[in-house]
T-cell receptor, first 113, second 113 residues
Framework: DSGVTQTPKHLITATGQRVTLRCSPRSGDLSVYWYQQSLDQGLQFLIQYYNGEERAKGNILERFSAQQFPDLHSELNLSSLELGDSALYFC????????????FGSGTQLSVL | GNSVTQMEGPVTLSEEAFLTINCTYTATGYPSLFWYVQYPGEGLQLLLKATKADDKGSNKGFEATYRKETTSFHLEKGSVQVSDSAVYFCALSDLRAGNMLTFGGGTRLMVKP
């Protein structure tokens, strides 16, 4: 158990809808990262938050947004969903922002029908 | 930009066989290199890392040496077990790129008894 909790584990929705994925980092970790894993794109970095502030942005679509709350949990919001958004979304956490070990949650499997 | 290329799978081996999974990278600076492992239904876990040229990372019988001259970080294990069946990801983080992890496409390893 990595200590990173993601909910829900599975999500099935329709095109055009909006969903929210939730992540609770390991106790004491200040950084949260979101990754998208799909068959064609592999594992892509989306966005990082550190202590409530956006720290780095990767290949995140404008239809997607995220935030980190004062209690350090994070939410990834996906809107106007398309079939191609179907993927496994991982959250990871780390203590700081440097070159240290990331701890990954078990992911949320999103299926857009 | 930074990129990681690893051999495509699946790699199928018999128990106790020797394993090599090739990984090469492109980076503008002096990255740290990682191998992560993903067991079925779980998130990624750090397997080993190396932070500078000629460093050897090792864990659970797996080894990888940071080769700057060939920009490689090949994963090896002398005798694989059925329990090693998983997807293995090579990754790098580069301080100049904000220390974000850039992953390779992953290599699925299947070990048969």
């Amino acid at each position: 158990d990595s200590g990173v909790t993601q909910t829900p584990k599975h999500l099935i929705t329709a095109t055009g809808q909006r969903v929210t994925l939730r992540c609770s980092p390991r106790s004491g970790d200040l950084s949260v990262y979101w990754y998208q894993q799909s068959l064609d794109q592999g594992l892509q970095f989306l966005i990082q938050y550190y202590n409530g502030e956006e720290r780095a942005k990767g290949n995140i679509l404008e239809r997607f947004s995220a935030q980190q709350f004062p209690d350090l949990h994070s939410e990834l919001n996906l809107s106007s969903l398309e079939l191609g958004d179907s993927a496994l979304y991982f959250c990871a956490s780390s203590a700081g922002t440097g070159d240290e070990k990331l701890f990954f949650g078990s992911g949320t499997q999103l299926s857009v029908l | 930009g930074n990129s990681v290329t690893q051999m495509e799978g699946p790699v199928t081996l018999s128990e106790e066989a020797f394993l090599t999974i090739n990984c090469t990278y492109t980076a503008t600076g002096y990255p740290s290199l990682f191998w992560y492992v993903q067991y079925p239904g779980e998130g990624l876990q750090l397997l080993l890392k190396a932070t500078k040229a000629d460093d050897k990372g090792s864990n659970k019988g797996f080894e990888a040496t940071y080769r700057k001259e060939t920009t490689s970080f090949h994963l090896e294990k002398g005798s694989v077990q059925v329990s090693d069946s998983a997807v293995y990801f090579c990754a790098l983080s580069d301080l100049r790129a904000g220390n974000m992890l850039t992953f390779g496409g992953g290599t699925r390893l299947m070990v048969k008894p």
